[in-house]
């Protein structure tokens, strides 16, 4: 079967390529409103390709947001049944002048395709529908499939639980296989094991009702923007840890075992340091870069902003300071609850001479997976056969909203069998995709339908 696979794959190669790089013309920026008929675009092309390799019943759920493209294949009922999660839609390009070719102009330069979204996740979702076609024209596909793609991820994924509740028995399945995450590099393939939640807010600070002449009510009258940075500065103490009251409460330390299973995940220090130009890295104390970047919690300033920023000068004490504060989270950390836990400590940090406003945007939870799962299994046994390699279990530090809700509702192990590199330049300007990766993704998923499918009948 592994040959009949590759060899369909070889004879198929150029349009398999060809079709995502039209795919990838479609800037489907769920962020930006003047892009909608594009992002709508994006779940049009993706439905069309659906039904051209024979998948079934295909719809376009509406949400409150963008539509969710849903398909099947449901070959009999007793087989066991594989939802395919992913997203169709994309981070904004900018900044524009960084990239050396146009972002929706998709090239393929030094075996990488070069285009937003190739990796993160057109380029991932795409080797699932390649990976189907080729089981259905060899007549080999071994399970039922649904594929559940959806087009909001990128702002948070707020309209999909929603969906979710609303079509249970739809997607009932018997495991979630994701393409969204990283490997180690194709000469050590790794299946992720973990990755971070998050909670996201916007936090404005108020001092007087108007700007003011900062030579006339300067000394007395308290700066919101200086405020701001001040509040935001006692949110780490000098170790690096986060000081919000109860934060670390549901934080379950890792054992040693996992520890070491971590620590086999290569890391080099050097080269981490000057790919980034800086001369040290700067996390937690008591945990080793890997870790602060996978299990532990965080706390970032997205942005800040206020008072005069164009040109020349303005002698101006602002009315107004704003900031967007994001958390990413680890099992078993709570969205909500750390949302909470923010809003109180953050107002309680506001002196009489400010007001404070905390908004939270969208969060979502963490989630690891179960390793001893069949289809955990299956994955591995996959990529076994196709990179001749064991995987090793590694853990991620970026989140994908809806995954805990997928636990809470279907209640299946979610298997993330990811193949992008983490230099792949995902939100970045250049963003791509190794062409390598991404039919060997083809025919490892290929071969992870075999293997779950023996798997599960034992
Ligand atoms: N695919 C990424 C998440 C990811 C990337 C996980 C690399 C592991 C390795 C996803 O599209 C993403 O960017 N998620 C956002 C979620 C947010 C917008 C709610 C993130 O992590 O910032
Ligand atoms: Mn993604
Ligand atoms: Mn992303």
Request: one cysteine or more; glycine letters at 6%; charged letters at 25%.
């Amino acid at each position: 079967m592994h040959q009949e696979v590759l060899e369909y794959i070889q004879k198929n190669r150029d349009r398999f390529l060809e079709e995502l790089l039209c795919w990838l013309r479609i800037p489907s920026i769920s962020t930006d409103r003047q892009y909608r008929e594009e992002v709508l675009n994006s779940a049009r092309y993706l439905k069309e390709q659906l039904a051209a390799i024979g998948i079934e019943n295909i719809q376009l759920i509406p949400s409150e947001g963008f539509p969710v493209v849903y398909g099947e294949k449901i070959i009999n009922p007793a087989l066991p049944t594989v939802l395919i999660y992913g997203h169709y839609d994309v981070q904004p390009p900018d900044p524009l002048e960084l990239w050396n070719s146009p972002p929706f102009e998709p090239v393929i330069k030094d075996e990488k395709i070069y285009a937003r979204g190739a990796c993160d996740d057109k380029g991932q979702v795409y080797m699932h529908i390649k990976a189907v076609e080729t089981l259905l024209k060899l007549n080999k596909l071994p399970c039922n499939v649904k594929f559940f793609i959806e087009g909001e991820e990128e702002i948070g994924s707020a309209s999909l639980p929603g969906v979710l509740a609303a079509h249970k028995d739809l997607l009932q399945c018997d495991t979630i296989l994701i393409s969204d995450t990283s490997m180690v590099s194709l000469e050590q393939p790794s299946i992720t094991t973990s990755l971070r939640g998050l909670a996201y807010v916007e936090v404005e600070v108020t001092g007087p009702n108007r700007d003011l002449h900062s030579g006339v009510y300067g000394g007395a009258i308290d700066n919101p923007i200086f405020r701001l940075c001040k509040m935001i500065a006692s949110l780490k103490d000098e170790n690096e840890r986060i000081t919000i009251p109860g934060f670390y409460d549901d934080v379950k330390e890792l054992t040693l075992l996992e520890r070491r299973m971590l620590a086999e995940v290569p890391f080099d220090y050097a080269n981490y340091l000057l790919e980034l130009d800086i001369r040290a890295t700067r996390g937690e104390s008591g945990y080793t870069a890997l870790e602060q970047l996978t299990i532990r919690p965080t706390l970032e300033v997205n942005g800040i902003w206020g008072g005069y920023t164009g040109e020349g000068s303005k002698t101006v004490i602002p009315s107004k300071a704003y900031a967007k504060i994001s958390m990413r989270l680890v099992p078993y950390q709570d969205s909500e609850k750390i949302t909470a836990l923010f809003k109180k400590h953050f107002e309680s940090l506001a002196p009489p001479s400010v007001k404070v406003e905390v908004r939270p945007h969208h969060g979502g939870n963490p989630y690891i997976s179960d390793i001893n799962s069949v289809s955990y299994r299956a994955a591995a046994a996959a990529i076994k056969q196709s990179f001749g390699k064991e995987p090793i279990a590694s853990r991620e530090g970026g989140s994908i909203p809806i995954l805990a809700e997928f636990d809470k509702v279907l209640k299946k192990p979610i298997v993330l069998l990811g193949f992008g590199l983490d230099t792949d330049a995902i939100h970045s300007p250049n963003e791509h995709y190794g062409v390598k990766n991404y039919f060997k993704g083809i025919e490892t998923i290929c071969l992870f339908y075999y293997h779950f499918a023996i798997l599960s009948r034992n």
